[in-house]
């Protein structure tokens, strides 16, 4: 029989805080008790909670691209960015797979099919250390994203499709001149190259983005996947996302959206990114204005994986909240969404032992150590 034993931690479950100790046997939680003991880790009085689980990251694209004009080895890439996630407490993700792109032969083009692949061969090969899902974010105007979203529909690691559109005036760039800003500072537009390439994000969207919306929700109702909009704006938006079924509101940039998602019962999912830095970097809804309205359910590291665990505290400090509660952003409801909270999301008997050992000096939180299914891999 294998056991450990993790004491002296004020360990987060769902509706407390208990100072105690918490037993594992064969890679699954097998008790929890108040008080200390003489055998085990002794953790001190440090957090224990349950492992991470994040929705939407595309980490694994800043791996394989660290700078515009380099392409790391694709499994070397894979590789770096399951540690980056361990090592940021995140013990189950989607990694977000973006289909079509808004630039025409970038990179996210091409690549999506070897990302996929790397990342079914990682976790069958045991290669990995996280649980990784496969999270297709379709861009509407792309001509082919259903063709694509159709072969990748029974893929065995698939958990979350989302439907993006990108197009400038609407969504997360409402204001054309901050998109203007944002892409030419990007990609090195030209005033008139800026101009042919509004027009022609434009005249995509018209083209394609509506017929798309419709096949692939269709997909993802038969196939019974969960659905996720983003960056919704306005309260027709939401009303769209109901009535195509949606589960998840990724992102929405106003306190309209937001509100009415949460209204008709859509889980919010807002970025941890937000949190820390106090705002959108697009410009848009504050995370901490929503959440302080309690109208946030979930939080995505997004781009920087170790800001999911700093959300957690920011939470608690800034909103006198305790961590159980607070902690609920990243782990249980993430867990309800894709339908895994039945075996993992939460400290109680019997579920999957992902866990993490966290200090807290009141600067930055810090990750002492990170047990999946019982092992520690961190």
Same mark, same amino acid.
């Given at each position: ?43 001190? /009085? ?59 032969? &970038? ?120 659905? !996720? ?28 959206? !937001? ?11 807002? /970025? &941890?990114?937000?949190?820390?830095? /106090? ?27 170790? &800001? ?26 993430? !867990? ?16 999957? @032992? ?7 000096? /009141? ?14 891999? @961190?």
């Amino acid at each position: 029989m294998n056991e450990q034993v993790y004491t002296n931690y004020r360990l987060q479950l769902p509706d407390q805080e208990l100072r105690g100790t918490l037993v594992v046997r064969d890679g699954k939680i097998a008790d929890i008790q108040p008080g200390i003991v003489n055998i085990g880790k002794n953790g001190n /009085g440090d957090y224990l909670m349950p492992g991470l689980i994040e929705l939407h990251t595309d980490n694994l694209e800043k791996c394989m691209s660290p700078r515009p004009s380099v392409k790391w080895p694709l499994e070397a890439a894979a590789t770096y960015h399951d540690r980056d996630l361990i090592s940021a407490g995140i013990t189950t993700v989607c990694d977000a797979i973006g289909v079509g792109d808004i630039k025409p032969g &970038s990179n996210r083009m091409s690549h999506f099919r070897p990302m996929i692949d790397i990342i079914l061969e990682g976790q069958k090969a045991g290669r990995f250390t996280a649980d990784h899902r496969l999270h297709l974010r379709c861009e509407l105007s792309y001509d082919q994203v259903c063709d694509v979203a159709s072969e990748y529909s029974d893929h065995p690691l698939l958990s979350l499709i989302s439907v993006m559109d990108h197009t400038p005036g609407q969504r997360q760039f409402v204001d054309v001149k901050r998109y203007t800003e944002y892409y030419m500072g990007k990609y090195g537009f030209s005033a008139q190259e800026m101009e042919n390439f509004v027009k022609m994000r434009r005249d995509l969207q018209h083209k394609y983005a509506e017929k798309n919306r419709k096949s692939i929700t269709q997909l993802t109702q038969e196939k019974n996947i969960s659905l !996720a909009t983003h960056d919704d704006a306005t309260v027709q938006h939401i009303q769209e996302a109901v009535e195509n079924g949606a589960a998840i509101a990724e992102f929405p940039t106003t306190l309209d959206a !937001a509100k009415t998602a949460h209204k008709s019962g859509l889980k919010v999912l807002m /970025g &941890s990114p937000n949190l820390v830095l /106090g705002g959108s970097h697009s410009g848009n809804i504050s995370a901490m204005e929503l959440i302080q309205k309690d109208l946030v359910d979930i939080l995505s590291s997004d781009y920087v994986p170790h &800001s999911l665990l700093q959300s957690i505290f920011v939470i608690a400090n800034q909103l006198r909240k305790p961590i159980y509660e607070a902690m609920r952003l990243v782990t249980s409801n993430p !867990a309800k969404a894709i339908n895994l909270f039945h075996e993992r999301g939460s400290l109680e008997v019997g579920k999957q @032992a992902d866990l993490i050992t966290v200090h807290d000096d /009141g600067v930055v939180p810090r990750i002492t150590s990170v047990i999946r299914k019982g092992q520690r891999v @961190a």
